[in-house]
């Protein structure tokens, strides 16, 4: 499926992936979530992300912290107070500093407080999706708050494509732990 451009689309992409992101996890490996994350060897990783996470636990805040930003940014708008998706003094060039700002924000959290927060800010975010119709999702100009973009575009980054991202990342893992797996989906 390409990335998704209704409401139902982005439901079930979203749910799908999220669910795989949860398959991956459930199959990996005590050497793999004990082995920390190191993509240093590879040439092709580097983008900040790769040296960031350092394990499980990071990807997940990571991922629950990115759902946050969505609801809050629907619910102040929602309100009237025009804001911007990402919290000032952070834009578009400078959001990896908040992505780093989210790491170390969440270096005392544990695995399991990050998977419950990120099973959570899921149902959270899903909940939301349902209060919108397809056309407030998918329909430029229709909330001055999202600018050249839609609503949903929004939507499908913080949950779909973010999972796709999540899952990519431990598969990277998993290839330098060295183990085998006939894990496929995604």
């Known amino acids: 499926m390409g990335r998704p451009t209704t409401k139902s689309d982005l439901i079930s992409a979203a ?10 996890i459930s199959s990996m490996t005590d050497k793999e979530l004990s ?9 092709k990783k580097k983008e900040a992300h790769w040296q960031r996470d350092k394990n499980l636990r990071d990807v ?18 929602q309100k009237g107070d025009n804001q911007p998706f990402l919290p000032r003094p952070y ?41 919108f119709t397809n056309e407030e999702l998918f329909s430029k100009g229709v909330y001055p708050w999202a600018g050249n973009s839609t609503v949903g575009s929004y939507f499908v980054s913080a949950t779909a494509s973010h999972y796709i991202w999540a899952v990519k990342k431990l598969k990277a893992h998993r290839k330098n732990c060295g183990e085998l797996s006939a894990y496929k989906k995604l």
Do not use: C, I, R
């Not at 082995?35 to 040439?43: A, I, R």
């Not at 997940?60 to 619910?75: F, S």
């Not at 780093?100 to 939301?128: D, G, I, P, R, Y």
């Open 15 to 24: 749910n799908e992936n999220y669910e795989a992101l949860n398959g991956f």
């Open 91 to 131: 834009n578009w060039k400078t959001y990896g500093d908040l992505n780093v700002m989210f790491w170390k924000k969440h270096q005392n959290t544990t695995l399991e407080e990050a998977k419950e927060m990120l099973e959570k800010s899921h149902k959270e975010v899903m909940h939301l999706t349902d209060t």
């Open 60 to 77: 997940l805040v990571h991922l629950y912290e990115w759902h946050q930003l969505l609801l809050h940014w629907v619910a102040v708008n």
């Open 35 to 43: 082995t920390p994350f190191d993509f240093s060897e590879d040439e």
